[in-house]
């Protein structure tokens, strides 16, 4: 919400009627009020793309991907909690490359799904933080992060919702959210940090959620640190249970499918394919299930949308396996009807090529 500034005092000498009549006395100086400052311009999405990269951050561990963003020059950053949970060995890089492991973890809190941690670098660009309690339904924001590891993707969209969830307050936007963007600043039109982008609703169009920068400033103003090797050991997944039975069932899709698709269409699919399997695949073995299912149906739905309108077989495919996987009750199963929608893209592109 804007503030309205206060309106300055106009004191009024009055001045002698023609009549002669003396001057009425100066009226008394009112208390002088503390003028706020003005609000920041407005800027678009590229104005605030270009000014607030140089502090968005890449965090990988042995497991995940995410994103995080510069909040104290001192080399603090926030993120995700669920982007660092279980890691030993987790590395900022950041915008310039150069790579920094995480020392400690300053503080976190896994019911808001926030940790800030701090790096050995100095003199770093910040982020500021805006007022959350402010934002409302219908306010437009962008996203910033870095989906399957392509760095400073840029979306934006609105506020769908501000909802309460078990006592916490939680922003519904409508920018999408891909599997690698989680912890990745949410801006208000002024450039402001206002939320954190944090998760998306399974099977659900445009549901995607992120967290208030109110609750960053809490973690920043209670700090309780403790080493990451501490950390690790804290928050480290339960053993995995034996190993669940997975049936395959992998489309066999005519090559009359790729029709209308290019070659330069077609190299599309089996790029994102490829990067998708990369990230999500190494994320399955370690026993995250639901977060490789998110890389996979992550990756379907971008690439659904980059493909041209002549180039619909493989889309069809893609949307085929996300409806299959989101009636599925397991994280196992959802991520292998992906796997089987990939596969069979896979074999259709290559049989095109060997003219089968």
Not at 80 to 85: A, E, L
Not at 132 to 140: E, I, K, L, T
């Amino acid at each position: 919400m804007q503030a309205q500034l206060p309106l300055s005092l106009v004191i009024v000498v009055g001045i002698a009627a023609a009549c002669g009549a003396p001057a009425p006395a100066p009226a008394a100086t009112a208390p002088s009020a503390s003028v706020p400052p003005p609000p920041a311009p407005r800027q678009t999405p590229a104005e605030i793309a270009a000014r607030s990269t140089p502090a968005i951050v890449s965090i990988r561990t042995e497991h995940s991907l995410g994103t995080g963003f510069v909040v104290d020059k001192t080399g603090l950053i926030a993120t995700n909690m669920h982007v660092i949970v279980g890691g030993e060995s987790i590395f900022v890089i950041l915008p310039d490359r150069r790579k920094f492991p995480i020392l400690e973890v300053t503080s976190h809190d896994a019911s808001v799904d926030l940790a800030i941690v701090r790096i050995a670098a100095r003199d770093l660009p910040v982020l500021a933080l805006g007022d959350s309690d402010n934002v409302r339904a219908g306010d437009p924001i962008v996203a910033i992060g870095h989906p399957l590891g392509l760095e400073d993707t840029v979306s934006n969209g609105l506020v769908s919702a501000v909802r309460t969830i078990d006592g916490l307050s939680v922003l519904q936007i409508s920018a999408p959210i891909a599997p690698g963007s989680s912890g990745g600043p949410i801006f208000n039109e002024r450039g402001e940090v206002v939320g954190v982008c944090t998760a998306l609703l399974q099977g659900g169009q445009n549901l995607n959620f992120g967290v208030p920068s109110k609750y960053v400033r809490k973690l920043l103003a209670s700090p309780d640190p403790v080493s990451i090797a501490a950390f690790a050991a804290e928050t480290a997944a339960p053993s995995r249970g034996p190993e669940v039975a997975v049936v395959r069932k992998i489309p066999r899709v005519e090559v009359k499918a790729l029709d209308g698709c290019t070659g330069a269409s077609l190299e599309l699919v089996l790029r994102t394919i490829a990067e998708a399997i990369e990230v999500g695949a190494p994320l399955y073995n370690s026993g995250n299930h639901a977060a490789c299912y998110h890389v996979y149906e992550g990756a379907a739905a971008d690439l659904g949308r980059k493909l041209p309108a002549a180039c619909r077989g493989p889309a069809e495919v893609l949307a085929a396996g996300r409806t299959r996987a989101a009636s599925l009750s397991t994280p196992i199963a959802q991520a292998w009807a992906m796997r089987d929608a990939f596969d069979g893209l896979i074999d259709v592109v290559l049989r095109k090529r060997n003219g089968k």
